[in-house]
């Protein structure tokens, strides 16, 4: 796994908006993964700040990681409005090229593999872009989330429920219940990249990054994928024991 160290939000908003833009340019019609959540938001700012200086997205596909189960669309804090919000109208991506899980469908199961299908026909996401919950949780694969998963609901633990309630007037108010992208559909992307901030995250990302493989910590699966970068500012990476190390690896590499 690669794991780029940088001093600023701004810095891994840049560095990951230029692994978006020269893929786009390479392919503009690639596939994206978009993670919600406030960790990603940097990289979503910058390349809509790259947009409005005229860079073109608008040929990428897309597809969000989760969505609440129970939550309207419409509701402000649902994963359809907060891409619509944060992703499509900033990025001035085409709506109907970016898709998210069916968290209010009637069967949830279907709904799961209409996602997956639909991913399939899309040629499969090129870039998922990832945050990771204090708990090691990508998209809303909660610990113990099994590493071949694929799209379905899962139960939202208390500790998620008690992070996402700063987005509801109530804890209450949290859905207890998500549709998420499967651990086995996030490693079928072709590339990963997890982005993080602040010491709050330190712990997981040490266990993702150098903790065993373990369905205790779901982002620890991303070990398993062959092209996986992190990049995260220096409170997020506190607690890894081989930072000096990877700061080197990422200054001496061969051009
Ligand atoms: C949510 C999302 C995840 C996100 C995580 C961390 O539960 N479903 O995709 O990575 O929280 O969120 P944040 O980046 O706001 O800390």
Do not use: W
Not at 29 to 54: D, H, I, K, W
Request: with cysteine; proline share 5%; glycine share 8%.
């Amino acid at each position: 796994m690669e794991v780029v160290i940088l001093n600023s939000a701004e810095e891994v908003g840049s560095t990951v908006a230029d692994h978006v833009e020269s893929l786009a340019a390479s392919k503009p019609e690639a596939v994206l993964g978009f993670a919600t959540g406030s960790s990603p938001l940097p990289v979503y700012q910058e390349l809509a700040r790259r947009v409005r200086n005229g860079l073109d997205l608008s040929h990428l596909q897309g597809f969000a990681l989760d969505e609440y189960v129970g939550l309207d669309y419409g509701h402000p804090e649902s994963y359809h409005s907060v891409i619509e919000r944060e992703v499509i109208e900033p990025l001035k991506l085409k709506p109907e090229l970016i898709h998210v899980p069916a968290g209010a469908a009637d069967d949830l199961d279907v709904s799961g593999h209409e996602y997956e299908a639909a991913i399939m026909s899309a040629g499969g996401v090129d870039l998922q872009i990832l945050g990771i919950g204090a708990d090691g949780h990508i998209g809303f694969n909660e610990p113990t989330s099994s590493f071949a998963s694929r799209t379905r609901v899962k139960t939202l633990t208390k500790h998620t429920r008690e992070a996402n309630a700063r987005f509801f007037s109530s804890l209450d108010e949290v859905p207890t219940h998500c549709l998420t992208q499967g651990l086995g559909t996030i490693l079928d992307a072709r590339k990963l990249v997890l982005v993080a901030f602040g010491e709050s995250k330190a712990e997981a990302v040490a266990a993702a990054v150098e903790g065993p493989v373990t369905a205790i910590c779901p982002a620890s699966a991303l070990q398993l994928h062959r092209f996986a970068t992190v990049v995260i500012d220096r409170a997020a990476a506190s607690k890894l024991r081989l930072r000096e190390y990877y700061e080197y690896i990422v200054a001496n590499k061969p051009r």
